[in-house]
């Protein structure tokens, strides 16, 4: 990801409008045809073959030969391309450095016109290791650059829905695969040596309680993705949160709960009972 800038200034206005074609056709196509980007480009069959010879050649997209000539974004290409939408509608001016990087997300700082600091969130389902992630999650036959806008999608769906009302990031837009928050200026918990882990836990406890109410069930709640400083904690990473209404969400609280109990307990020697920190949550205590 690190030429990601690179390639963003590479791209020129005809790549554009390729680009824009395959995102506007690939809900249809796995591989988008070259008769969907003619009719949109109006570019003779030639010319637009060395374009995607070109944008091949920078990691942008994934030329199939086979009953047709198809293409396809790469993560990079989609990232791209997102970044493209999002500093033309004005919401990011400048690009910093990765801030995190995990299998499912490439996570940059940036800044807006008003030198505001943001954290812009690329998220890439199923692009490392697609067959070992779909194993473990019910994604049907959809392909992977309309799951991982979806992924993108749903997380900023989460963020809107919880922010004022639970210690979350401010959302501040979506595009593409880029979701869009205020920057925190926090580290992972598992990062941190707390001073006082219980007054932590219970505030962790605090916020999935409020989430509860608000409808919401995180549904990967670890360590590693709640941030902590000296004024207090903030909960991140919604693509697989689940409706209190759900099928199943009972199991997914009581894992999330379970997730954060141990790590106290492995971590500081700080135990909660289960069933309790679960009917409180519940709003039963």
Same mark, same amino acid.
């Given at each position: 990801m690190?030429?990601?800038?690179?390639?963003?200034?590479r791209?020129d206005?005809?790549?554009?409008?390729?680009?824009?074609?395959i995102f506007r056709?690939?809900?249809?196509?796995?591989?988008?045809?070259?008769?969907?980007i003619? /009719?949109?480009?109006?570019? #003779?069959e030639?010319?637009?073959e060395?374009i $995607?010879?070109?944008?091949?050649?920078m990691?942008i997209?994934?030329n199939?030969?086979?009953?047709?000539l198809?293409?396809?974004?790469?993560f990079?290409g989609?990232s791209?391309f997102?970044?493209?939408? $999002?500093?033309?509608?004005?919401?990011?001016? #400048?690009?910093?450095?990765i801030?995190g990087?995990g299998?499912?997300?490439?996570?940059?700082?940036?800044?807006?016109d008003?030198n505001?600091e943001?954290a812009v #969130?690329?998220h890439?389902?199923?692009?490392?290791?697609?067959?070992?992630?779909r194993? #473990?999650?019910n994604?049907?036959?959809?392909?992977?650059t309309? =799951?991982?806008v /979806?992924?993108?999608?749903?997380e900023?769906s989460?963020?809107k829905?919880l922010?004022g009302y639970?210690?979350?990031?401010?959302?501040?837009?979506?595009?593409?695969?880029a979701v869009?928050s205020?920057?925190?200026?926090?580290?992972? =918990?598992? /990062?941190v /040596?707390?001073?006082?882990p219980?007054?932590v836990l219970e505030?962790?406890?605090?916020e999935v309680?409020?989430m509860?109410?608000?409808g919401?069930?995180?549904?990967? =709640?670890?360590q590693?993705n709640?941030?902590?400083n000296?004024?207090g904690?903030?909960?991140?990473? *919604?693509?697989?949160?689940a409706?209190?209404?759900?099928?199943h969400s009972?199991?997914?609280l009581?894992?999330?709960?379970?997730n954060?109990?141990?790590? *106290?307990?492995r971590?500081?020697?700080v135990?909660k009972?289960?069933?309790?920190?679960?009917?409180?949550?519940?709003?039963r205590?």
């Amino acid at each position: 990801m690190n030429d990601l800038l690179e390639a963003y200034h590479r791209i020129d206005r005809t790549d554009t409008c390729v680009l824009s074609s395959i995102f506007r056709n690939m809900w249809d196509f796995e591989y988008v045809p070259l008769h969907a980007i003619i /009719r949109d480009c109006a570019f #003779k069959e030639d010319r637009l073959e060395l374009i $995607l010879k070109k944008l091949s050649s920078m990691g942008i997209v994934e030329n199939k030969y086979d009953e047709y000539l198809g293409t396809r974004f790469t993560f990079k290409g989609l990232s791209v391309f997102s970044l493209k939408r $999002l500093v033309m509608k004005g919401i990011i001016s #400048k690009m910093g450095n990765i801030l995190g990087e995990g299998k499912e997300s490439v996570v940059f700082n940036a800044l807006n016109d008003r030198n505001e600091e943001l954290a812009v #969130k690329f998220h890439r389902v199923g692009y490392p290791s697609f067959k070992k992630v779909r194993e #473990k999650r019910n994604y049907g036959t959809l392909h992977i650059t309309v =799951l991982t806008v /979806r992924s993108a999608k749903r997380e900023y769906s989460a963020l809107k829905r919880l922010y004022g009302y639970v210690s979350v990031p401010e959302p501040i837009f979506f595009d593409g695969n880029a979701v869009v928050s205020r920057l925190i200026d926090a580290r992972e =918990l598992y /990062r941190v /040596r707390l001073k006082n882990p219980e007054e932590v836990l219970e505030m962790i406890i605090d916020e999935v309680r409020k989430m509860y109410h608000r409808g919401v069930i995180h549904g990967d =709640l670890s360590q590693f993705n709640i941030l902590a400083n000296q004024e207090g904690i903030w909960i991140i990473d *919604f693509p697989q949160y689940a409706d209190v209404w759900s099928p199943h969400s009972d199991e997914i609280l009581k894992r999330d709960v379970s997730n954060i109990i141990d790590y *106290f307990d492995r971590s500081y020697g700080v135990k909660k009972d289960l069933n309790e920190v679960l009917n409180y949550v519940r709003g039963r205590a």
